[in-house]
């Protein structure tokens, strides 16, 4: 799928000031039937045509949607003084005064509001992972999880277990005979089907949107597992983490992430079908972890010019760009520039990934994967293992693990390149050169931090990255790279060509458009 990058994929999340309320303890009862156990005397959807109205089935299903909040600390900011001599001079130190510290960062509290669904009567929540995580730039855990019900009880929440790779969490409230839905097959939904949601847009809990289904399998660039519903159903910031229904009361997707150049909808929303969340739901449900399938290689897609020369259609395959020699694949005989074709019978296309297919293997079996190497297509037996931890992963991948280095926004020109690039940028040293793998020849500037929202990060950059230069300006430094910016945007130029270097990977040229200048 091709985007307007001058667009924004943007979580449906919603933060907010306010407090978490206190939970409130519920009498047993019997466990009650899922909520979208369609009632035989009820009819929906009259045949062959639109519903009249979507009453009777928000009627059932609604009580199942919750809104989740999430309190935390954070740090507003550092209060700097004035120039001397201005007119608010003296109310800017007797407000320092007040604060007691000089200046020092202020801490207030955050409410973070959002959504999700019960799926089990005593208590089992999903939403998003980002629902219930820190927000972007904070570092403080979050304190405290409140989960409101559609009768509005508040109940506090603990964490099951999450799968940041998926964007998926479990929670699980102290309740019984709770009302709760069920998943349904996404694999049967079709584009133009009817889709509804529900969830707590804005704050504003149980709100119902409907539209149809837009598109299937949309991978919109924000992780190797991406294959979402697309819905033209209203989903705004709020919306993360409650369901998408369809007309027999399936939950068939969980609503994530919307496409906006502002934040608000413009019909373009999209829900991680339920043929991927529900596997996922019922291992943190169980374990509280995911386990997955792994080959032990980097991979990327085909770009035109490398598909074309293969003779091969551009939305086929994927090349491998790195094996681990000790990995499954490396065992199996993979090599790099080996193309992808097929995984256990499946073909490998742009919605149906190598990641996806591998994720979803059972490990220790032993599968097929045909490659195309040197023009001749051959297959290799490959025993799947267990994907290790992310960091072991980072590493392998010669990436900065969890432990590495922190942001450092002090370096000179770190700001300016922040603000210019959406990317916190530090010089190359020994130590980070020995961890990310960069030969001793490679000269440039490392990127330590960025923003999820910038450009830099729909083209595909990553911490770890080494940017060589800056238009045809080698960069070694933070400040040179925002001297290089700064020269692009006296030019007239709103996007600034990189060079830049992964790991012992050839350097590949990115266009990565800069951020307008308040």
Known sequence: MTLNFARTIVPALLIAGGAAAIAVAQAPQPAPPPQNATPPAVQIMPPGGAPRSFADLTGRLAPAVVNVSTTQKVEIGRMRGLPPGSPFEELFRRFQEQQGDQGEPVTREATSLGSGFIIDPNGYIVTNNHVISEGEGRRSPVESITVTLADRREYKARVVGRDPLTDMAVLKIEATNLPYVQFGNSKAVRVGDWAIAIGNPFGLGGTVTAGIVSALHRNIGSGQYDRYIQTDASINQGNSGGPLFDLDGNVIGINTAIFSPTGGNVGLGFAIPAELARPIVEQLKATGTVKRGYLGVQIQPLSTDIAAGLGLPKDRGEIVANVES?????????????????????????????????????????????????????????????????NIVAQRAGLPSDDAPEEDEKAPGAEAAKASLGITLQPLTAALRQQLRIPEAVQGVVIAGISPSSDAATKGLQRGDVILKIGQTPVKTPAEAAAAVDAARKAGRDTVLMLVQRGALPPQYRGIKLIPAK
């Open 326 to 390: 000790s990995g499954p694949a490396g065992r199996a005989g993979m090599r790099q520039g080996d193309v992808i074709l097929k995984v256990a019978g499946q073909d490998i296309t742009y919605d149906n990934t190598v990641s996806y297919v591998v994720a979803n293997t059972p490990i220790g079996s032993t599968i097929p994967v045909e490659v195309l190497r040197d023009g001749q297509r051959r297959t290799l037996n490959v025993t799947v293992s267990q994907r290790p931890a992310e």
